[in-house]
């Protein structure tokens, strides 16, 4: 486990206090949040700490910030996927920032990882973008994960800090109570168990789960707080540097 990550680009107003203690960031553009002046200003905060930038394209949906399916057709689908990754990368550009991963937001994120033909919709876009050969997914995501593999993409496989996980590895929904951790201990021991490679899921079960990134959330409660000590655990120990 080498990579601390977080979504960033949201407006929440922490993102220069979260931006020194994460090693790669996952930027709104366009789809749940954002635009131009949003990812310009997200990028060129990130240059300044030297963290990894990633596009974040999620389901076109601002009012529900992405986080219920707004799915319409494929063509639709595809062509708002392909407004938002030409969008940021049209910034990293302007910005000579080298683009480093693609990591969807919110319900498509979670829907992927179940619909396989979902996730070749959403391959057949990225793959226009020859210069990105990262992609975030959920650890636990078997077809998903070998479906980008075998099309020649690095998965870091994602496990996220602040969210409480159900036995198919999927997140408890966010409507529901605990769904996202409200205390520091809860986060903490999360993170010691994916050290072991495992996780305690809602029912008190423990199941496998292999972690290349750690997600915090930038809009859970103090998380500005949060991340120092998720550095202190995940940078530090794993000797990455930053």
Same mark, same amino acid.
């Given at each position: 486990?080498?990579?601390? &990550?977080?979504?960033? $680009?949201?407006?929440? !107003? *922490?993102? %220069?206090? +979260?931006?020194?203690? =994460?090693?790669?960031? &996952?930027?709104?553009? $366009?789809?749940?949040? !954002? *635009?131009? %002046?949003? +990812?310009?200003?997200? =990028?060129?905060?990130?240059?300044?700490?030297?963290?990894?930038?990633?596009?974040?394209?999620?389901?076109?949906?601002?009012?529900?910030?992405?986080?219920?399916?707004?799915?319409?057709?494929?063509?639709?689908?595809?062509?708002?996927?392909?407004?938002?990754?030409?969008?940021?990368?049209?910034?990293?550009?302007?910005?000579?920032?080298?683009?480093?991963?693609?990591?969807?937001?919110?319900?498509?994120?979670?829907?992927?990882?179940?619909?396989?033909?979902?996730?070749?919709?959403?391959?057949?876009?990225?793959?226009?973008?020859?210069?990105?050969?990262?992609?975030?997914?959920?650890?636990?995501?078997?077809?998903?994960?070998?479906?980008?593999?075998?099309?020649?993409?690095?998965?870091?496989?994602?496990?996220?800090?602040?969210?409480?996980?159900?036995?198919?590895?999927?997140?408890?929904?966010?409507?529901?109570?605990?769904?996202?951790?409200?205390?520091?201990?809860?986060?903490?021991?999360?993170?010691?168990?994916?050290?072991?490679?495992?996780?305690?899921?809602?029912?008190?079960?423990?199941?496998?789960?292999?972690?290349?990134?750690?997600?915090?959330?930038?809009?859970?409660?103090?998380?500005?707080?949060?991340?120092?000590?998720?550095?202190?655990?995940?940078?530090?120990?794993?000797?990455?540097?930053?």
């Amino acid at each position: 486990m080498f990579d601390l &990550n977080c979504d960033l $680009g949201e407006e929440i !107003g *922490n993102d %220069n206090k +979260i931006l020194p203690w =994460i090693t790669s960031c &996952n930027i709104a553009c $366009g789809g749940h949040f !954002g *635009n131009r %002046n949003t +990812i310009t200003k997200t =990028i060129s905060l990130a240059k300044k700490y030297n963290v990894r930038v990633g596009a974040h394209p999620s389901y076109y949906d601002h009012n529900n910030f992405g986080r219920i399916s707004a799915y319409t057709n494929k063509k639709e689908f595809q062509n708002s996927i392909r407004t938002q990754l030409d969008l940021f990368q049209e910034v990293a550009n302007e910005l000579n920032a080298r683009w480093n991963h693609i990591k969807a937001h919110g319900a498509l994120y979670n829907e992927m990882a179940k619909d396989l033909n979902l996730a070749m919709e959403y391959l057949e876009v990225i793959k226009e973008y020859r210069n990105v050969s990262i992609v975030y997914l959920p650890s636990g995501s078997g077809k998903i994960i070998d479906l980008f593999k075998s099309n020649n993409y690095s998965v870091w496989k994602e496990g996220f800090a602040d969210r409480r996980y159900e036995n198919d590895y999927s997140l408890l929904d966010r409507s529901l109570k605990g769904s996202v951790f409200s205390n520091f201990s809860e986060i903490k021991n999360q993170i010691l168990e994916f050290f072991k490679g495992e996780v305690t899921t809602i029912t008190g079960d423990k199941i496998l789960l292999e972690i290349d990134t750690v997600c915090l959330h930038g809009d859970t409660l103090n998380a500005d707080h949060y991340v120092k000590k998720l550095h202190a655990m995940i940078i530090k120990k794993s000797g990455n540097g930053k």
